[in-house]
Structure formats: structure tokens, C-alpha cells
């Protein structure tokens, strides 16, 4: 959705660099998630937040941080990049409304590759 | 940890033919959703089964929540190369964590 915004859409870098992922959304939702994409492995959860004030962690955020600047804003942190964090990164967000049966709305996708 | 696994992981059908992909899940599911991801693209929300056993159609698509709320099926008939994409089923885990399969990936032979 052109509402799910993500920046950069492509980067590479070099082992042992910071790098910040950004994801923006204009649908008003509450909810935003960080997925990371690996083949045969499916989307995996990195990182979630259901306001402005709550984080929690995923199934695999070791390695990661983020940040939930504003409602539409939440990124993602790689504090000393890695060549196995080579992957594609999905942000999603959902409205909360459905308790656990929340739709996600997905970004773009970020393809970030670790040298 | 709930696991979410789907099969097969891989399967080519010529245009026309049916094809079911199946999702299980190491625990119960109190819903579970089902997303499509064309290639070079992101995962999009198809449709959401709660009750045991339902059934819900879109088109040339079913999708099936089992009885015991543990597994899932899709299938699609007469299958057409707009159906090309990765397919992944998803559920809630306690706390609203969702858990995305493995996923399957078609291929359609024209």
C-alpha cells in the first residue's frame, strides 16, 4: 500500500556499520510492526508496537532496536550490521481495533544487503 | 515456540490445474489469515477464517479453517498465471504477535 511507506528501499552496507531502516504510514493505525524476509524462512517478527509508548520484542530482535517517534513513525535500527542480517525487511501496521486478529497492511519492503 | 509451517514449499502447476497449499500449527489458532506476495512484492491480507471448520470462498479460491482450529488449507481452482506469488498463512499467538508460515511458492506453466 502506497499508505506504508519505507526508506530506503535498497541498501547496502558494510559489516560493523549503523543502519536505520524507516517506515512511515498515513493510515492512521496504531499498530506497526518490523518482519524480516528470508527465502523458505517466511516473514519473521522483529520488533513490535501497538502506541507511541509501548515496544516489544519478537521472535528475533537480537541484533536490532527500534524506535516509535510518532504514531506514523517507527524504525528500525541495526546497531553493528552483520552479513547474516542480509535480507528483505517488511514494515507492516494494523488498526488494533481486531484484538488478535488484526489485518496487517505491509510496506514496500527494504532490501538491505551486509558485505 | 508456536511454529506455523506450510506445504509444500515449492510447487509448478500448468495453467489450469488446482493447487492446495497447507498450513499447521504447533498450537491453536484463534483465527488465522491467509496473504499473497507477488514476486518483488510485499504481502497482501486475502481473508481471515475464525470458526472451526469454516469455509469461505473468493472466486476461484477456498479456504478452509480445520475443526480443530490447527491447520488450514487454500485452494485454487484452475489455477491462472495471476495466481503466480507466494502464499502464507498467519496466526495469533498470545500476546498479538502474529506468526506468518514458511509459505508456498507458485509457479504457473503457461
Known amino acids: 500500500d502506497a499508505d506504508v511507506t519505507q526508506t530506503p528501499r535498497n541498501r547496502i552496507t558494510k559489516t560493523g556499520k549503523r543502519i536505520m531502516l524507516e517506515c512511515s504510514q498515513t493510515?492512521?493505525?496504531?499498530?506497526m510492526y518490523w518482519y524480516r524476509q528470508d527465502p523458505g524462512l517466511g516473514l519473521q517478527l522483529i520488533y513490535y508496537s501497538f502506541d507511541v509508548k509501548d515496544i516489544n520484542k519478537g521472535e528475533i530482535s537480537d541484533g536490532y532496536s527500534v524506535s516509535r517517534q510518532a504514531q506514523a513513525k517507527f524504525s528500525l535500527s541495526l546497531e553493528s550490521a552483520i552479513p547474516n542480517q542480509t535480507a528483505l525487511y517488511f514494515c507492516?501496521?494494523?488498526?488494533?481495533?481486531?484484538?488478535?486478529?488484526?489485518?496487517?497492511?505491509f510496506g514496500p519492503g527494504t532490501r538491505l544487503t551486509v558485505l | 515456540g508456536q511454529q506455523v509451517m506450510q506445504i509444500p514449499q515449492y510447487q509448478h502447476v500448468q495453467e489450469g490445474e488446482d493447487f492446495t497449499t497447507y498450513c499447521n500449527s504447533s498450537?491453536?489458532?484463534?483465527?488465522i489469515q491467509w496473504y499473497k506476495q507477488r514476486p518483488g512484492g510485499h504481502p497482501v491480507f486475502l481473508i481471515q477464517l475464525v470458526k472451526s471448520g469454516e469455509v469461505k470462498k473468493q472466486k476461484r479460491l477456498t479456504f478452509q479453517f480445520g475443526e480443530a482450529k490447527k491447520n488450514s488449507s487454500l485452494h485454487i481452482t484452475a489455477t491462472q498465471t495471476t495466481d503466480v506469488g507466494t502464499y502464507f498463512c498467519?496466526?495469533?499467538?498470545?500476546?498479538?504477535?502474529?506468526?506468518f508460515g514458511t509459505g508456498t511458492s507458485l509457479t504457473v506453466i503457461p
Open positions: 498467519a496466526g495469533p499467538s498470545t500476546g498479538n504477535q502474529f506468526y
Open positions: 507492516a501496521t494494523s488498526d488494533g481495533t481486531g484484538g488478535s486478529t488484526d489485518t496487517q497492511y
Open positions: 493510515k492512521g493505525h496504531d499498530r
Open positions: 498450537t491453536t489458532l484463534s483465527n
